[in-house]
């Protein structure tokens, strides 16, 4: 079975970018939790050979994305609602710590040229945040979270806090697209954000940083929890179906 949306792969660094591809593909949703697939398919869908597509998928693997089955070749991982709530947790003990104890290595860091990408990379994910454009969205607030984050200076930190952002873009990604419109609905508060750490004031940056994740995990466990009410409620109004 093709994989959706792929496109030719360029023969330098393959590897790197076919996990990047696969990558958007899962961030989109268009390869969903559970979907199976192996390294020949893969390997024919971009035209390549095999080793830099199976090289691909376990990077993939080792962060958290994919999951290997033995014997029959790769499975997008399936978060469940208790993988988010730890996630969340984990990046807002971690994040609120950043900017507690690193606000002498941020100003540090913060260059004109540095903010200025932040501050186009804020704009642009609350412009689509309050349009209700996820796909840009997605793209942005990545980008966004990845360069503020990046101000302290510690690869370690960013590598861990940019894997948890993308898998909890993963989980929450198919029910924010069962809602028929976005808008009003997502957190728009970027800008405020970068105000806040451009003048290193801490206490302002863990506030919005709060408010993001408080909003940001309420609005996914309501959607969560009314996808498992109306599945509940189908299930209790389908006709029971008597054996011969």
């Known amino acids: 079975m093709p994989v959706p949306g792929t496109s030719p792969v360029k ?9 990047d591809a696969l990558c958007d593909e899962v961030l989109a949703g268009r390869l969903p939790a559970g979907r199976q697939f192996t390294v020949k398919e893969i390997a024919q869908q971009y035209g390549v050979s095999a080793t830099p597509v199976r090289e691909a998928l376990l990077d993939l693997c080792s962060q958290g994305l994919l999951d290997v089955e033995e014997h029959r070749g790769f499975k997008v991982h399936e ?4 993988d988010f709530r730890h996630m969340v947790d984990a990046r807002t003990m971690v994040v609120e710590g950043v900017f507690r104890h690193y606000v002498e290595q941020t100003l540090n860091s913060m ?7 932040v501050r186009r990379r804020a704009e ?5 945040a309050r349009s209700g454009d996820l796909d840009i969205l997605i793209g942005y607030d990545l980008r966004f ?25 993963v989980f929450t990604v198919p029910y924010l697209r069962r809602v028929p419109d976005l808008r009003g609905l997502l957190w ?14 801490p206490h302002d940056s863990e506030r919005l940083i709060a408010a993001y994740n408080t ?24 006709p029971e179906v008597n054996s011969p």
């Open 79 to 82: 978060f469940t609602i208790e």
């Open 111 to 117: 260059t004109p040229q540095v903010m200025a990408s």
């Open 215 to 238: 909003h940001f995990r309420a609005l996914i466990e309501r959607l969560v929890t009314g996808e498992e009410t109306r599945s509940r409620n189908r299930t209790a109004t389908e």
């Open 124 to 128: 642009e994910a609350e412009r689509a």
């Open 11 to 19: 023969r330098n660094t393959l590897r790197q970018q076919i996990a």
């Open 188 to 201: 728009t508060g970027h800008c405020e954000l970068t105000a806040a750490v451009t003048r290193g004031d």
């Open 145 to 169: 979270w990845r360069e503020i984050c990046g101000l302290v200076g510690n690869p370690y930190v960013l590598d861990f806090l940019q894997r948890l952002r993308v898998q909890t873009w």
